[in-house]
């Protein structure tokens, strides 16, 4: 089955500079990568997905770029602020739309003021 | 995106009783789903409820522990029962929806400790 790994498992950026995360997936028919942001106390919140037939989708401050080949891919949070502080997760999923997500282990980012 | 509304939002239960958690969307959808989230960590899949079938488990779930009723396109259930400590989780109801149809969204969780 699939298995998805997330790095780092934690992260501390400076308010204004750019955060990375990274996930690899194994399972090479996956086709749609949703990332999640979680705040304390609340379910996961969908900030951005991409599915296979792209390489990049950006929406703002965050954007995400998929390496099918190398089967990765990224978030990337530029002009962090405070509010961004969160555990992120990145899933994937080889079923039509977002069935049978498997999500990484997630990400705590920190943002410095 | 969609409002998924779950009830309750937490509860601290006896070991060997059961607890029924209520997850409403506010729009009809094909696909639900249940997921667990142990303190601290991912989450994982426990099953996929469609209306009128039968929930389809993932492997470690079980039908007799963690059955599920979907009994139209806009709510669901998910019974935690014969509960032990190793239940508390956080239980997460999500939602096959969005603008395409294809994106899904989740509710804000039950949080659930077993004593």
């Known amino acids: 089955g699939e298995n998805v790994e997330q790095h780092p498992s934690t992260l501390s950026v400076q308010e204004g500079d750019s955060a990375v995360i990274k996930c690899t997936y194994s399972d090479s028919a996956s086709n749609y990568f949703p990332w999640y942001k979680q705040e304390l106390g609340k379910g996961p919140q969908l900030i951005i997905d991409?599915?296979?037939?792209?390489g990049e989708k950006k929406d703002q401050r965050i954007a995400v770029t998929l390496n099918k080949t190398a089967k990765h891919f990224s978030l990337h949070i530029t002009e962090t602020q405070p509010e961004d502080s969160a555990v992120y997760f990145c899933?994937?999923?080889?079923?039509?739309?977002?069935?049978?997500?498997?999500f990484g282990q997630g990400t705590r980012l920190t943002i410095n003021p | 995106s969609a409002v998924i509304s779950q009830k309750p939002s937490r509860d601290i239960c006896q070991r060997g009783t059961s607890l029924t958690i209520q997850c409403q969307v506010d729009s009809q959808v094909t696909m639900m789903f249940w997921y667990r989230q142990q303190p601290g960590q991912s989450l994982t899949l426990i099953a996929t409820a469609n209306q009128g079938s039968e929930a389809t488990y993932e492997s470690g779930f079980v039908i007799d522990k963690f059955p599920i009723s979907r009994p139209n396109l806009t709510f669901s259930t998910l019974t935690v029962s014969n509960m032990s400590p190793e239940d508390s989780s956080i239980y997460l109801c999500?939602?096959?929806?969005?603008?395409?149809?294809?994106?899904?969204?989740f509710g804000q969780g039950t949080r659930l400790t077993v004593v």
């Open positions: 991409i599915r296979s037939n792209v």
């Open positions: 899933a994937a999923s080889n079923a039509q739309g977002a069935q049978k997500l498997v």
């Open positions: 999500s939602a096959e929806t969005g603008s395409r149809g294809t994106e899904a969204f």
